[in-house]
């Protein structure tokens, strides 16, 4: 039954622990023996991206059979290497600051890149120049850094907003890849710059949410917007940090208006997406027992009061 098993080239398997560690993606359990797993269950797909460190206790739960209990699927098991790369990443960039006068050189490349995102009309070419800015946040981000692309990011969710769809959906997907290491206190801390940062993505998800309603009123946009607003808000439920949460639900009000002109709603599947995103944050808002009165009564209002 199962199929011819090319052996992993030597080359593939150290660059692969390396990136993890050598530690499971998904209890992230110090010092077990791991094996390297094919995520899409062919074993000849020996692609970087298809390969996944896992101690052998999390294998069996990803290969076995278990009952009524479901295993890990493949979308999941993407989910914990991508964050677990990213969480080594982060520790081993903490390390080395750069300089002063790289970090001017870079702060000044940043604005170029932005330029150049908005002059080509290549949709792969500014995807590649995001990519770009988002390994610079990781491998060379510092607080001043991070909030000039920040800035930069801002700029293209006013542009792309109003009439770049393409560009609105990949950008919604990288101000939340801009944050995504902080997947809980135990894991990574979150400083003030940190907390600065964070809010920041919300507000560039903001921006571009707002003027998506207003002028596009593309679905598949504000979906995507969502999507990182809910992402973001978690982040903010799991540090406890409401003036995250605060930010997050500024996306909500302000694509909320941008539905509807006074009475007249110019929107309604994107209030509908609206209404039914705020109730899931609201309902995990509560079963998280934090209290946040005002976020909380916002949320509430904007999922049922509000909804026609
Ligand atoms: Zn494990």
Request: aromatic share 6%.
């Amino acid at each position: 039954m199962s199929k011819e098993r090319p052996p992993l080239p030597l080359g593939v398997a150290d660059e692969v622990l390396y990136r993890n560690e050598h530690t499971c993606c998904i209890c992230h359990a110090p010092r077990k023996h791991v094996q390297t797993h094919h995520i899409d269950g062919n074993p000849s797909n020996n692609k970087i991206a298809n390969l996944a460190v896992v101690c052998l206790d999390c294998h069996s739960l990803v290969t076995g059979a278990h009952g009524l209990g479901r295993q890990y699927g493949p979308g999941e098991v993407r989910r914990y290497k991508k964050t677990w790369e990213q969480i080594v990443l982060y520790r081993r960039r903490a390390y080395k600051p750069p300089t002063r006068t790289v970090q001017r050189e870079l702060i000044g490349q940043i604005d170029v890149i932005i330029c150049q995102i908005l002059a080509t009309s290549d949709h792969k070419r500014r995807r590649e120049m995001l990519e770009i800015l988002l390994n610079l946040h990781l491998w060379r981000g510092t607080p001043q850094i991070d909030r000039q692309i920040i800035a930069g990011f801002g700029h293209l969710a006013f542009m792309s907003g109003m009439d770049l769809p393409r560009l609105a959906k990949e950008l919604a997907a990288k101000s939340w890849e801009m944050c995504w290491q902080f997947i809980g206190p135990h894991e990574v801390k979150l400083d003030a710059s940190d907390v600065k940062l964070v809010a920041g993505c919300a507000d560039v998800v903001e921006t571009l949410a707002h003027f998506n309603c207003m002028m596009q009123q593309d679905l598949a946009v504000l979906k995507a917007a969502l999507n990182t607003a809910e992402n973001l808000f978690d982040v903010g439920r799991w540090y406890r940090r409401e003036v995250i949460a605060a930010a997050v639900l500024k996306i909500y009000q302000g694509a909320l208006e941008a539905c509807q002109t006074g009475k007249q709603v110019e929107f309604p599947s994107g209030k509908r997406a609206l209404a039914n995103s705020a109730k899931a944050v609201l309902s995990k808002l509560r079963r998280s027992g934090l209290k946040w009165p005002k976020i909380n009564r916002e949320l509430h209002a904007i999922t049922y009061r509000q909804t026609s």
